[in-house]
């Protein structure tokens, strides 16, 4: 009887070490995502690379003349490529895509 209420405690302070180190990394997670430049250079370069990244985008004009962004190029035709950062507005101030 003894050794199997030292065995639940055992497993219960396990799951609490665990819930421990959890919040723990959660929150050194939230801190670094707020404050980056107080995160380690490890952590920098690998967590934060995606968000700050260029995408390339194809700009080109279709027959009428009307111009396109796509994330293919388009087969057989004349584009420039475009880089923008990922956390950009690329939308400009004022046009709501609506004519």
Not at 89 to 98: H, I, L, S
Request: glycine share 10%.
């Amino acid at each position: 009887m003894k050794m199997r209420v030292v065995a639940q405690q055992t497993g219960r302070a396990s799951i609490w070490v665990l819930l421990l180190v959890v919040v723990i990394l959660v929150g050194l997670a939230g801190y670094w995502y707020y404050q980056p430049q107080a995160a380690p250079g490890w952590v920098r370069g690998q967590l934060f690379k995606a968000a700050h990244t260029t995408v390339p985008l194809y700009r080109w004009q279709d027959e009428r003349g009307q111009w396109h962004i796509t994330d293919n190029p388009p087969p057989g035709r004349h584009y420039e490529t475009v880089t923008y950062r990922r956390d950009a507005n690329v939308m400009p101030a004022g046009e709501t895509g609506k004519r």
